[in-house]
Each structure stands twice: as C-alpha cells, then as structure tokens.
C-alpha cells in the first residue's frame, strides 16, 4: 500500500499568515489521485480539494492544492479562524486508499 | 442534500463482533458506491472497505478477514460488521458516500471495545 508522509506534524501561525503543507507518498499516486480535507476538533473530516488541485463544493479559493508523482501540496494564502485545525491527505489511486497521519495548524 | 447517519452500539466486547448501519437520505442510493472509514481517538484516518449499491465491495487487507459490509437498497442503508474485536478496533465509525474521495460524510459514532 502506499504509505502518506505529511509535514510538518504541527505549524504554528496566525490568522491572516500563509499555509504550506506537504504530503510525500512512498510511491507514485497515479492520475494525481489526491485529495485534502480539513477536520475541527469532533467534526467529520471535510473534503477541500480532490484530484491535487479541484477544490470542491463549497471551498474558498484560499485554498490551493498542487503537485504530482510523489509530491503534493496544499496552501492556505490567509488563515481564516476556522482553518485552525488538522488536514489530511488521502490517495485513492492505489486500492487500497490510504490517508496521511496528519498535519495540527494551531494559532502561534 | 445527500444526510448519512451511522447507528448501532457504542460498547462492544473483546472477541464479539461490532455491526454498524448507514442510513443514507436525500439521495440516490442506487448508483453509487458506499464507504466505511474509521479514526482511533486522537489518531488518523483508516479506509475500512466499500460496497456498490448492486452488492459488490472491496475491502482493507488489514482488516479482510475480518470484515463484511452489506447493502439493503430498500432501507437505503448498508451496514459493517466487524468480528473479534479487540481494543485496538477503539474507534470513531464514519460512513460516506463514495469510492475515491469522500464529500458527504456521516457525523460519525465512536466505538469503545472493552469488558
């Protein structure tokens, strides 16, 4: 299975700062089949962007995803109050699916 | 506006076996593909297994031997259940709509295994 990387485990910023998270997978996720979600504390998991960079229903365009092979990332140009919380990755070209462990965006 | 909720015990025995169900509204059923997923507390995400509307599922190596997702188009619902538990299967349960990516997700139900 493919195993997601992701870093930094925490970042610490503030409100308004730029987010950069990175998500390394240990082999070729084909046809950029990644996706980013974002999860506040006893909430489900929120789908942001799927395919590395089609942000979904619903999203913000502060919100940005790229990469492809191995290496993906998602950016947040502005830190609104309510994306203080954990993203995850996931691939779903390889079955089976596999999330990353987790990057913490905590307010500095 | 596709609405999954998930229901069954919140407390199992080690050795039983846990069943859950996925009530899905607002939405086709037919034609899709639904997912189990599951997050130990205060860890990460962990893809259980899926099954198509018309029967057909596909499961987690980890977790094969162990696990059986079922479907009841008439209830628009389809179900988990997952044999010899032990507290390492300590878990919020979340259902969702879907085979890749998830958009629509239930609110999830934890599940504590112990005596």
């Known amino acids: 299975e493919i195993v997601l990387t992701q870093s930094p485990g925490t970042l610490s910023l503030s409100p308004g700062e730029r987010a950069t998270l990175s998500c390394r997978a240990s082999q070729s996720v084909s046809s950029s089949y990644l996706a980013w979600y974002r999860q506040r504390p006893g909430q489900a998991p929120r789908l942001l962007i799927y395919g590395a960079s089609t942000r979904a229903t619903g999203i913000p365009d502060r919100f940005s995803g790229s990469g492809s092979g191995t290496d993906f990332t998602l950016t947040i140009s502005r830190l609104e109050p309510e994306d203080f919380a954990v993203y995850f990755c996931q691939q779903y070209g390889s079955s089976p699916g596999t999330f990353g462990q987790g990057t913490t965006v905590e307010i500095k | 506006q596709v609405q999954l909720q998930e229901s069954g015990p919140g407390l199992v025995k080690p050795s039983e076996t846990l069943s859950l169900t996925c009530t899905v509204s607002g939405d086709s059923f037919n034609n899709n593909y639904w997912s189990w997923i599951r997050q130990p507390p205060g860890k990460g995400l962990e893809w259980i297994g899926y099954i198509y509307y018309s029967g057909g599922t596909n499961y987690n190596p980890s977790l094969k031997s162990r696990v059986t997702i079922s479907v009841d188009t008439s209830k628009n619902q389809f179900s988990l259940k997952l044999s010899s538990v032990t507290a390492a299967d300590t878990a919020v349960y979340y259902c969702?709509?879907?085979?890749?990516?998830?958009?629509?997700w239930g609110q999830g139900t934890l599940v504590t295994v112990s005596s």
């Open positions: 969702a709509k879907g085979n890749g990516w998830f958009f629509h």
